[in-house]
């Protein structure tokens, strides 16, 4: 009985915690939508007379190395990391949907072809993939967007095609391909739409992947170029200034871990209210 009075209180929770991450996503969102108006100062005012000042009333988040203000290059990076991350998850997504569904649709060569060279894109760990395609594209925002992209794209080209394999065995798809229905309409009207919840729930969590990765080339310098600030290129810079203005380099890497933590928070709250683990299951 106990258990049982306990599974509302458990749903509840999930609530409770979805609505925290949603609320957080939204004011990030918000926040890099509108940065260049809610910025104290320009992210790329520098002011050598009030470089590595602590936080306090004129800079609530303190300055770094060159006098510039950190809150305003924290908000200005957030625009640059999340734009980034999305723009890379979304083109993933996008590919590895039409991939996956072809793929596991028609099989044959086609399918075997591209399943040899994803599984071995799925081989190499994402941050190798991504440095080997950064260093061949040449450092730059452009080439972060492609590198994550294609790294991410072994990962949803097989969700998608395993899901499309499940489904095109079911009733309804018999249904409509004796009713002359062409390939066409049975992927885009019935398949892809019974794919996209789980797809776009896996988007969601590897969204909080990718940020971690623009950050980590951003880091390495291989990202957002100076002087447009990026939350790990903010955390590269503050390096060299660690036990001088540790603020620097703590509050952009506090900024990624909130992210991850909250879109992670967002997207387990949603395969709940969803039910998408006994769904998958069932399948």
Not at 172 to 179: D, G, R, S, W
Not at 251 to 268: E, K, Q, R
Request: proline fraction near 5%.
């Amino acid at each position: 009985m106990k258990a049982l009075h306990a599974l509302p209180v458990i749903k509840t929770l999930a609530s409770v915690k979805g609505s925290i991450a949603a609320a957080y996503l939204l004011l990030l969102i918000v926040g890099a939508v509108f940065a260049p108006w809610l910025s104290p100062y320009p992210y790329d005012q520098q002011d050598l007379t009030i470089m590595n000042q602590p936080p306090s009333m004129t800079h609530l988040m303190g300055t770094d190395e060159f006098g510039r203000d950190v809150l305003s290059r924290l908000i200005t990076g957030a625009r640059t990391s999340l734009s980034v991350s999305v723009t890379a998850i979304s083109v993933s997504v996008l590919s590895g949907l039409i991939l996956g569904a072809v793929c596991g649709y028609f099989g044959g060569t086609f399918d075997r072809v591209v399943m040899i060279a994803v599984d071995l894109t799925w081989s190499f760990p994402e941050i190798l993939i991504a440095l080997m395609l950064v260093a061949i594209i040449g450092p730059g925002l452009q080439g972060v967007v492609l590198a994550i992209a294609i790294a991410y794209l072994a990962q949803f080209t097989r969700l998608t095609r395993t899901q499309v394999m499940v489904l095109k065995g079911e009733t309804f798809v018999e249904a409509t391909v004796n009713l002359g229905a062409g390939h066409t309409h049975i992927l885009f009207a019935h398949l892809l739409p019974n794919v996209l919840a789980p797809v776009l729930v896996a988007a969601m969590l590897a969204t909080g992947d990718a940020i971690i990765l623009e950050a980590t080339l951003g880091f390495f310098g291989l990202g957002a170029q100076p002087p447009t600030p990026s939350w790990g290129a903010m955390m590269s810079s503050g390096t060299a200034q660690l036990f001088i203005a540790p603020w620097v380099i703590l509050l952009p890497g506090l900024a990624v871990a909130l992210t991850v933590i909250f879109l992670n928070l967002f997207g387990d709250a949603i395969i709940a209210a969803l039910d998408i683990r006994t769904k998958l299951r069932e399948a």
